[in-house]
């Protein structure tokens, strides 16, 4: 069992900055890959990036790349997404997610084994 919680989350004006955590506990060294997603009210859950575990390896998605970086600590137990240059659509539900199997699910939400509760972002105009 992984348990995930998340924090960070709040109200910021269009480009400023946050940093979202996910603090992991449990058996984390079963997590192969983690991964942030947003929702946003009436739309469908969205990746936003994937960091493998093992090897740090990143994948950002279109929309944030070159403002968000995902990234961990080195003692991999808790999850990073430092987030710059705010826009309001990004503004949503933001969860992390744990996957313990190879390959990665990716940009694949219902692959993960392991959600937190969320953390919301609200980015005003």
């Known amino acids: 069992q992984v348990q995930l919680v998340e924090s960070g989350g709040g109200s910021v004006q269009a480009g400023g900055s946050l940093r979202l955590s996910c603090a992991a506990s449990?058996?984390?060294?079963?997590?192969?890959?983690m991964s942030w997603f947003r929702q946003a009210p009436g739309k469908e859950r969205e990746w936003v990036a994937t960091i493998n575990t093992a090897s740090s390896s990143t994948w950002h998605a279109d929309a944030v790349k070159g403002r968000f970086t995902i990234s961990q600590d080195n003692a991999k137990t808790t999850l990073y997404l430092q987030m710059n240059s705010l826009k309001p659509e990004d503004s949503a539900m933001y969860y992390c997610?744990?996957?313990?199997?190879?390959?990665?699910?990716?940009?694949?939400?219902?692959?993960?084994?392991?959600w937190g509760q969320g953390t919301q972002v609200t980015v005003s105009s």
């Open positions: 997610a744990a996957d313990t199997r190879s390959p990665c699910s990716g940009t694949t939400w219902d692959g993960y084994d392991y």
């Open positions: 449990g058996y984390t060294a079963i997590t192969y890959c």
